[in-house]
């Protein structure tokens, strides 16, 4: 794994309300998930089921209302990222053949070169439409199954627990990779679950596009704005001096 200076120039990768939302899918999602598999698999005895489907509840109202908050109040980042996960072209397909690197890393200690990438990765866009649609529908068909049970059509409840249960198990099993390869990518997961910053030498080896595309930018922007503001300083300076 390649290692970089903590030391050096930090940029502003996650803002506070992406972290915080991110906190709600663990403390969210991760509960439902768990015990989703156990009330699939039902190893227990009755009493502990029943607290089991408690948990799976709360986990599923902590992760509801988290999705419901960021996309009331961050709805301009939604819009953003689904935007950004279902923009594709040849650097994803060419990320995919190579699966970002990570095998090559993993198992053979090697680093091979790697399409640039913008903020978000092929892989990670993958995860974010898998996560936008079928958590979606997790969310609905949960609280559905779980208010409307007694009272819905047979063949409706059957199907609509069928894609809950398989669905859930998929984005489970998708959930513990992202969070692996999350962990692997140990500046990464410090940012999202920190302060928010990385090092710009590894947002650079990570997401070239985005540093490329947004933070240079930036950075010449506000060096243009500081430019006029000393401008406006050095005209109003001489405007006193002849006055």
């Known amino acids: 794994m390649k290692h970089f200076d903590p030391n050096g120039p930090r940029v502003l990768k996650h803002p506070l309300q992406s972290r915080l939302f991110h906190w709600g899918l663990i403390l969210g999602f991760m509960p439902a998930a768990i015990t989703g598999f156990l009330i699939w698999l039902k190893p227990l005895n009755e009493t502990l089921m029943n607290l089991v489907m ?16 960021y996309a009331i109040f961050c709805l301009d980042r939604v819009v953003a990222f689904i935007r950004l996960s279902f923009t594709w072209g040849k650097n994803d397909i060419e990320w995919m053949k190579v ?3 990570y095998p090559q890393k993993m ?3 090697k680093e091979i ?6 903020k978000v990765n092929s892989g990670q866009k993958i995860f974010g439409i898998c996560l936008l649609l079928g958590g979606t ?28 249960l398989y669905l859930g198990l998929f984005l489970g099993m998708f959930m513990f990779v992202h969070i692996f390869l999350g962990v692997y990518n140990w500046g990464e997961f ?6 928010g910053t990385q090092t710009l030498e590894e947002a650079r080896h ?26 406006d300083e050095d005209f109003d300076e001489g405007s006193l001096e002849t006055q």
């Open 107 to 109: 198992f053979l200690g």
């Open 113 to 118: 070169e790697v399409p640039p990438m913008d």
């Open 190 to 195: 410090k940012a999202m679950f920190g302060d």
């Open 99 to 101: 699966s970002g690197g």
């Open 137 to 164: 529908f997790l969310i609905i068909s949960g609280w559905l199954l779980y208010a409307f049970l007694p009272f819905a059509p047979k063949i409706m409840s059957y199907w609509m627990g069928f894609g809950h």
């Open 206 to 231: 990570h997401n070239p596009l985005w540093v490329q595309n947004k933070i240079q930018t930036l950075q010449e922007r506000d060096m243009v704005e500081d430019i006029d503001e000393d401008d």
């Open 54 to 69: 408690q948990v799976h509840i709360v986990g599923a109202a902590i992760l509801t209302i988290s999705c419901a908050l």
